[in-house]
């Protein structure tokens, strides 16, 4: 059964950083494009960064030059490293695995929380 699950949230100061790990299984990672993505309270989810298997990257500008996405394939492993962190980057970060390409996917992680607050 295809799982995906997040790690690595909590509680960091304003300017402190965090590093948060999406592991999926083996059998949904293959030519995909995996996605962090949060949601802050009343707000609708919005996407963070995205990585795909072959190492394409894409940021929304909010994050851009303060957040880096890498993945190791071979550990079906995705990161999220997050630096000069800011309240408003407190919400709940989710990891998605999606395939475009028959056959189509899409999975979600449970979540993590991160808040950033003096």
């Known amino acids: 059964q295809a799982q995906v699950v997040e790690s690595g949230g909590g509680l960091v100061q304003p300017g402190g950083s965090l590093r948060l790990s999406c592991v999926a299984s083996?059998?949904?990672?293959?030519?995909?494009?995996i996605g962090w993505y949060r949601q802050a309270p009343g707000l609708e989810r919005e996407m963070v960064a995205t990585i795909t298997t072959g190492g394409t990257t894409n940021y929304a500008d909010s994050v851009q030059d303060r957040f880096t996405i890498s993945a190791n394939n071979a550990k079906k492993t995705v990161w999220l490293q997050m630096d000069s962190l800011k309240p408003e980057d407190s919400a709940v970060y989710y990891c998605?695995?999606?395939?475009?390409?028959?056959?189509?996917?899409?999975?979600w992680g449970q979540g993590t929380q991160v808040t950033v607050s003096s």
């Open positions: 998605n695995v999606r395939r475009a390409v028959t056959p189509r996917y899409s999975y």
């Open positions: 083996a059998d949904i990672f293959s030519a995909v494009t």
